[in-house]
């Protein structure tokens, strides 16, 4: 058994105060990483099915090969490795607001952070995703309109954002932005903590296609309960594309 609990790192930020620990659970009887920012949980260990499910369901929606992604969050790097766990990405950048959390993976201090920090295919950048997506080459300066997935999990749901200024990724004009960055038929693909919002399937319906929300439930031991996550799916209008099988 590990120690029962350890503060790993701990750094003020412009959101608050970040902590990264690590505790042994006696309920599911393993380690678990937690993050929190301030007094609030961020993301924990002990929850992954629907980060995974975020980066599978983005993927499973694209045919071919050589693809280019795009993650924003890196959080405790679920997504991201879930995405370079397909032989069909050729380069993953992941974008993270929060500088020690990318230390925290090219130190390992989180499970599988180092593996995914020196995989060729991916690059981790320190920077603003919703700022960049709002820049027309913010996201990919070399092939802007090019990317084929884009997949986001940054704050808690489309309503309830970490910081006020998020809140223009989930209005029209933000949508419209980071559509322009997808090449024909690239995918957007969003987790949220909250069920799923009709206003804003809305806003993705006005400027994207085949738009869905997806109910992930995962076992939740501590509430003894099934819980849910939703992952919000749509994809860029001018292509044909035939879905591919997870």
Request: net charge negative.
């Amino acid at each position: 058994m590990s120690t029962r609990f350890e503060e790993l790192d701990w750094r003020p930020t412009r959101l608050g105060d970040l902590s990264l620990r690590r505790r042994w659970d006696p309920f599911v009887e393993r380690e678990v990483h937690e993050v929190k920012l301030g007094d609030e949980f961020l993301m924990s260990s002990l929850f992954t099915a629907a980060e995974v499910e975020l980066a599978r369901l983005a993927l499973a929606r694209l045919p071919g090969d050589d693809l280019d992604v795009v993650v924003g969050g890196l959080g405790l790097g679920f997504t991201a490795r879930e995405v370079l766990a397909s032989s069909r990405v050729r380069s993953l950048t992941v974008v993270e607001a929060l500088a020690p959390v990318i230390d925290w993976h090219r130190r390992g201090l989180v499970p599988g952070g180092t593996s995914l920090a020196a995989d060729p295919r991916c690059r981790l950048v320190h920077g603003d995703f919703i700022e960049m997506v709002l820049r027309p080459d913010g996201l990919d300066a070399e092939t802007p309109g090019r990317l084929h997935a884009v997949v986001v999990d940054i704050d808690h749901s489309p309503r309830h954002v970490l910081h006020p200024s998020h809140t223009r990724l989930y209005e029209r004009a933000g949508t419209g932005r980071l559509a322009a960055h997808l090449s024909p038929g690239g995918v957007f693909a969003l987790w949220s903590n909250d069920p799923p919002d009709e206003d804003y399937l809305g806003v993705l319906g006005g400027v994207l296609t085949d738009v869905t929300a997806e109910t992930v439930r995962f076992p939740n031991p501590l509430q003894d309960r099934e819980a849910t996550n939703t992952v919000y799916l749509a994809s860029a209008p001018g292509a044909d594309l035939s879905v591919s099988q997870p």
